[in-house]
């Protein structure tokens, strides 16, 4: 089957029930996004698919096949990723940073979704784990985006 990921096709041919996070790291090399729980439980593994976060590791191929997908390796290549990685690097966000391309896949889906985000709908979206706790920071980075609305920071 053949897969859009990073507007580059890839042909790949495995059983179509088969994660799409096995795919993305193991036969595309891919290892940006993190394998965590398994479970989609964590958010580790998020990818966007049509603009919208999804767990790739309960996702199947066949369900993405046609669609295309963003891993973080491609997030700034879209205008509002770009500038979550900006603030991401601005608050210092990360500590281990092992769940972080998730979360910024997380927040790039909900800015681009929700360009002024409330307090709730952060809290709402931003439901990715991170051992670390870096979630006040986090929350800082989405409201300095959500308060910037087009501008850089
Ligand atoms: S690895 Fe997918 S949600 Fe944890
Ligand atoms: S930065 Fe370590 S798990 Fe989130």
Redesign the pocket.
């Known amino acids: 089957m053949n897969l859009q990921i990073n507007s580059q096709s890839y042909q790949v041919n495995s059983d179509g029930d088969t994660p799409l996070?096995w795919i993305i790291r193991d036969e595309l090399g891919l290892t940006g996004t993190?394998?965590?729980?398994?479970?989609?439980?964590?958010?580790?593994?998020?990818v966007l698919v049509d603009g919208e976060v999804v767990?790739?590791?309960?996702t199947p191929l066949d369900s993405v096949v046609g669609r295309q997908i963003t891993t973080i390796e491609a997030i700034e290549n879209d205008p509002v990723g770009k500038r979550v990685v900006t603030a991401w690097v601005k608050h210092q966000v990360p500590q281990c940073g092992y769940c972080q391309s998730?979360q910024v896949v997380a927040a790039t889906a909900l800015l681009k979704e929700t360009p002024n985000p409330s307090d709730e709908e952060i809290a709402a979206a931003m439901i990715?784990?991170c051992r670390c706790g870096t979630y006040n920071s986090i929350k800082a980075a989405v409201k300095d985006l959500s308060s910037k609305e087009g501008e850089t920071l």
């Open positions: 996070l993190k394998y965590g729980c398994g479970l989609a439980q964590c958010g580790a593994c998020s767990r790739s590791c309960v998730g990715n784990l």
